[in-house]
DNA sequence: AGATATTCCGAACGAACGTTCGGTAAGCTG
DNA sequence: CAGCTTACCGAACGTTCGTTCGGAATATCT
C-alpha cells in the first residue's frame, strides 16, 4: 500500500465489503487501484465534502448523485449502504493520520521534540484534509454497533499515543501532570480548529503547529502556579 | 428576569414568537412563568436531551413526543417548528452562561483572574447543563439565515469578551501575543470538554478550571520556548 | 465476432419525516 | 349556566428519505 502521494487518495486498500466482488483476476500488479477503486475514492471524496457541509444525517444520497454527476441508483454498485461511506471516509482517515505519525516518529528523539511531532502532523493533516477531518470528529458518535466500535477503537490508540508520548516527557522532565487532562486539553486545541480555521487569515500549519507546540508545552513544563504580580481573594 | 436559580430553568423570559399569543391578562404579579412558560421549559429540556444524543437533524419530532408523554401534534401548541426548539435551546443557554459570567466579572479585579473567572463560569456551567451545552456547541452551524445569524451574533459577543480579557492580561503582564490565537486555543480547551468528560472518573468543574486555568496561563504567560535540555535538529 | 462481466440508470418501493386540520375535553370568566 | 380560551389529540397530508429492481449501455476478453 503506497504512502508516497500526500493528498488524500481514498481506499486503494483492502476494502472488500462489497457483496462477493472478486479481486479482478490479478494479472499483472495493481490488484488495487483499479477503475472501480478510483472512482470510489472520487465518490468518498464528494461525499466527505457533503458530509462536512451538511452533516451526516443532514446530507441525503441524492445530494451525493448530483455532486458525483451520477444517478442516485448508479452510486450504489460502488458501496452498500450511506452507513459505509461514513465508515470508509473515517477509517481511511483516521488509519492514515496514524500512519503519516508513526513514520515521523520513526526517526525523531526526544520527548519534546516527538510532542511537537504528534501537534504538527496532527494539524498538518487536519488543515490539508479539512473536510474529512471534519467529519472524523464531528460525526465521531454517529457510527453505532460493529462499524462505530471500530472507529472507536482507533480513536482509543490514537489516544495511547499521544498519551505515552506525553507521559515520556514527563518522566524525561521529572514532572508528574495528569496525562489524561493533558491528553484532552491538546485534543480541544487541535480539533477544534475545524470550528474556526480560515487559511486567508490565521496562519499555516506548520506555524500554528510551532505556536499552539510553544502554548501546550509551556503549560505543561513549567511547575506551579503561573508567576503573577498580585492574586487577591474575593469576597 | 431571575438568574436565582442555578439549574437550567429555560424560557420565563421574553419569547413570545408564538403566532401572537398575548400576555395572558396580566393579573397581579407573574406575568412570566406561567403554566404555559414551564411546560415550554420542560419540552425544551427534553428537546435538548434528544437533541444531544441523536443530533438535531438525527431526532425527529416523534422521538421528542415519546419523551415528554405528549402527542406529536399536541407538541405544537408550544412551538411553531423543530427550528424554534433548537434556536430557543441556544439562544437561552448562551444569553445564560454570558449573563452569569458579567455577573461575576463585576466584582472581580486583576486581569489574571478575570480570566480564571471566564473559565471557571464556563466549565461549571458547561457541566452544570451538558445537555443543552453540547447542542449548543455540536449543533452551531445548524441554523440558517436570521435565526443562525442572531445565535452568531451572541457567539461573536462571547469571542469578544474572552478576547478583551486576554488583551487586558497581556497589557497587564507587558507580553504580546495573538489574541486570536489564544482565545481559540482556550475554547478549544474547555469546549471540547463535551466528548470526554465523565463524572464518575473526571474531575469536577472547579477544579477542571483550576487545572486548565492553570495550563493554559503558564502557556501565554511565560515567555520564549518552554525550557528544555536539549534541542536536536532533524536529518 | 460473440460472450461475459462491469458500469450505470429510470422508476419505484415502503418507511419516516415535519407539519396541519378538525375536533374534543377541561378550565376560567361573567 | 353560557361563552370563550387554553390544552391537547387522532388522523392524515405531502414530501423526502435510503434502498432496490430489471434492464440498458459500455467495456473487456476469447
Redesign the interface.
Same mark, same amino acid.
Given at each position: 500500500m503506497s504512502l508516497t502521494n500526500l493528498e488524500t487518495r481514498l481506499p486503494s486498500g483492502p476494502y472488500n465489503g462489497r457483496k462477493g466482488r472478486p479481486v479482478p483476476a490479478a494479472k499483472g500488479e495493481e490488484i488495487v487501484d483499479s477503475r472501480f477503486d478510483r472512482r470510489l475514492a472520487k465518490l468518498l471524496h464528494h461525499a466527505a465534502h457533503i458530509f462536512c457541509e451538511k *452533516?451526516y /444525517?443532514?446530507a441525503s444520497m441524492r445530494d451525493l448523485s448530483k455532486a458525483a454527476g451520477m444517478s442516485l441508483a448508479g452510486l450504489y454498485h460502488y458501496f452498500n449502504s450511506k452507513e459505509d461511506l461514513l465508515y470508509l471516509i473515517q477509517k481511511h482517515t483516521f488509519e492514515t493520520i496514524i500512519a503519516r505519525l508513526q513514520e515521523r516518529l520513526k $526517526? =525523531?528523539? *526526544?520527548a /519534546?521534540?516527538r510532542v511537537r511531532i504528534f501537534i504538527e502532523n496532527h494539524l498538518e493533516y487536519f488543515l490539508a484534509n479539512k473536510e474529512a477531518m471534519k467529519v472524523l470528529t464531528?460525526e465521531?458518535e454517529?457510527l453505532k454497533n460493529g462499524r462505530g466500535a471500530e472507529i472507536r477503537a482507533i480513536k482509543r490508540e490514537y489516544y495511547r499515543i499521544c498519551l505515552e508520548l506525553l507521559e515520556d516527557l514527563g518522566r524525561e522532565?521529572g514532572l508528574q501532570f495528569?496525562g489524561? #487532562? =493533558?491528553v484532552? =486539553?491538546l @485534543?480541544?486545541?487541535?480539533?477544534?480548529?475545524y470550528?474556526?480555521h480560515n487559511p486567508r487569515v $490565521? #496562519?499555516n500549519a506548520g506555524e500554528?503547529a510551532e /505556536?499552539?507546540s510553544?502554548? @501546550?508545552?509551556? *503549560?505543561? #513544563?513549567?511547575p506551579g502556579?503561573?508567576?503573577?504580580?498580585?492574586?487577591?481573594a474575593?469576597?
Open positions: *452533516g /444525517e443532514g $526517526d =525523531a528523539t *526526544g /519534546e521534540q464531528h465521531d454517529t522532565k495528569s489524561r #487532562l =493533558a484532552l =486539553a @485534543f480541544g486545541m487541535i480539533n477544534w480548529i470550528t474556526w $490565521d #496562519l500554528l /505556536e499552539m510553544d502554548l @501546550f508545552l509551556r *503549560g505543561v #513544563l513549567n502556579k503561573p508567576k503573577r504580580k498580585t492574586q487577591k474575593n469576597a
